[in-house]
């Protein structure tokens, strides 16, 4: 892949999860969340604001290995904690990711959209890792 290419998919990037981190503002809305918590709005705004940073990087060229490693243990720590409520909503009979708040009657919307949140987010990572590798070629 040509240079500008990744340029401008990692300008992408940036502002995707920049918007990403941003709209995590809104579950620590009382009215549409069952009793939020500011720190869990916190640390999913500094995930997605993590990525973006990674993409940032990328347009400069600077790849940190020990970040990626990081951000994919985490990853998968979430998947994890995540994986028992998706899997809930996908056998549940009428899968939803938009039509219900989260409450502690139906927790598995919110734990899917962590579940796919961290999927997007760790396949961003992952392209992010598969461009280190192909950025070398390219410089060299």
């Not at 994919?72 to 994986?83: E, R």
């Not at 579940?115 to 070629?137: C, D, M, P, S």
Request: glycine share 6%; net charge positive.
């Amino acid at each position: 892949m040509n240079r500008k290419i990744f340029n401008v998919l990692n300008s992408f990037g940036v502002i995707s999860f920049v918007i990403f981190a941003w709209l995590q503002h809104e579950d620590n809305n009382a009215e549409v969340y069952f009793n939020p918590s500011v720190m869990d709005v916190w640390m999913w705004m500094i995930f997605y604001g993590l990525v973006a940073f990674l993409f940032g990087l990328a347009i400069r060229k600077l790849f940190p290995k020990l970040l990626y490693l990081l951000f994919a243990f985490f990853c998968s720590y979430q998947l994890s904690v995540t994986i028992p409520g998706f899997m809930a909503n996908l056998t549940s009979g009428s899968f939803s990711i938009a039509n219900h708040s989260m409450s502690p009657v139906n927790p598995q919307v919110e734990l899917t959209r962590e579940f796919l949140g961290t999927l997007i987010a760790l396949a961003a990572v992952g392209f992010l890792w598969w461009q280190r590798g192909k950025t070398r070629k390219i410089l060299n």
